[in-house]
């Protein structure tokens, strides 16, 4: 069965430090993975996905995640974290047939002045 | 363009209580779904309409009744509410059941007493 893993709840961080977030699946093939941040309040906006192809992805806001099969990872990077990126971040994957995500438990980011 | 768009954005039941949930989307996506997001576990599938006249089970669907009412619209029924459905719930859409990039409304927080 497909799972995801999010192995911090909470991070805490400088501003202007860099930021990297953990995310493991478990699926038997190539997956579709996907991070998405939710705001205080507010619904999920995706940051970035990954099909196919390049296993480095970049997003928005200065994201970016890499593909490592091998880990079954899709660890989420940001090189210099701004006040504003203070949210929850959920990875997800989906089956490359289509429909359904499953979500990881999400990971607060909290960052300090 | 609205997104996707949901109503209420708040509500407090009573125990037994019913109560509808609508949501709304302007993108013409085929596909439709709702979620609930509760502390730790990251959102969590209830029903899905892979394409307009289609409706499945996702996740965790008991307690709850879905209608995929025309292509637009995806409401959420609560028959007979239980203080277990406290909880946010988030309608999404996406262009094809093929796609899993989902678009995301601003959720609807209830609250069953």
């Known amino acids: 069965a497909q799972s995801v893993t999010q192995p911090d709840i909470h991070i805490t961080v400088s501003e202007g430090a860099s930021l990297e977030l953990r995310c493991n699946y478990s699926y038997g093939a190539t997956p579709y993975l996907f991070w998405y941040v939710q705001s205080p309040g507010q619904g999920l906006q995706l940051l970035l996905k990954?099909?196919?192809?390049?296993?480095l992805v970049q997003g928005i806001k200065g994201f970016e995640a890499e593909f490592k099969r091998s880990q079954s990872s899709f660890n989420l990077r940001k090189p210099s974290v701004h006040w504003s990126d203070a949210a929850e971040y959920f990875c997800?994957?989906?089956?490359?047939?289509?429909?359904?995500?499953?979500f990881g438990q999400g990971t607060e980011l909290s960052v300090k002045p | 363009n609205a997104g996707v768009t949901q109503t209420p954005k708040f509500q407090v039941l009573k125990t037994g209580q019913s109560m509808t949930l609508q949501c709304a989307q302007d993108?013409?996506?085929?596909?439709m779904y709702w979620y609930r997001q509760d502390p730790g576990m990251g959102l969590r599938l209830i029903y899905y309409?892979?394409?307009?006249?289609?409706?499945d089970k996702g996740e965790v669907p008991n307690g709850y009744n879905v209608s995929r009412l025309n292509k637009r619209e995806f409401s959420l029924r609560l028959e007979s509410a239980a203080p277990s459905q406290t909880s946010v719930y988030f309608c999404?859409?996406?262009?094809?059941?093929?796609?899993?990039?989902?678009?995301f409304g601003p959720g609807t927080r209830l609250t069953v007493l």
């Open positions: 309409s892979a394409s307009e006249g289609t409706t």
């Open positions: 999404a859409s996406s262009e094809v059941w093929q796609h899993n990039e989902q678009f």
């Open positions: 990954y099909f196919s192809g390049d296993t």
């Open positions: 997800a994957v989906g089956a490359n047939q289509g429909g359904k995500l499953i």
């Open positions: 993108m013409n996506h085929n596909s």
